[in-house]
């Protein structure tokens, strides 16, 4: 599983629960804003997977007013 999220810390701390049970996954800092960054996180992925299986995004901007 990859971790990709604009906090990387986060990202981390998500990865050490998730291998805390016993799951493989890596943290991948990224804001899909920036396309280099999108770039990164895909090879960064195939890197260590070779494909991907399931694609789950979450991505979004709040604006409060």
């Keep these: 599983m990859v971790v990709a999220d604009i906090n990387g810390p986060g990202a981390i701390e998500t990865v050490r629960q998730i291998q805390d049970q016993?799951?493989?996954?890596?943290?991948?800092e990224v804001d899909v804003a920036d396309?280099?960054?999108?770039?990164?996180?895909?090879?960064?992925t195939?890197?260590?997977?070779s494909e991907v299986h399931v694609l789950f995004n979450n991505a979004a901007i709040q604006v409060n007013k």
């Design 22 to 28: 016993g799951g493989t996954a890596i943290p991948v």
């Design 35 to 44: 396309p280099a960054a999108v770039q990164e996180l895909v090879r960064r």
């Design 46 to 49: 195939l890197e260590a997977f």
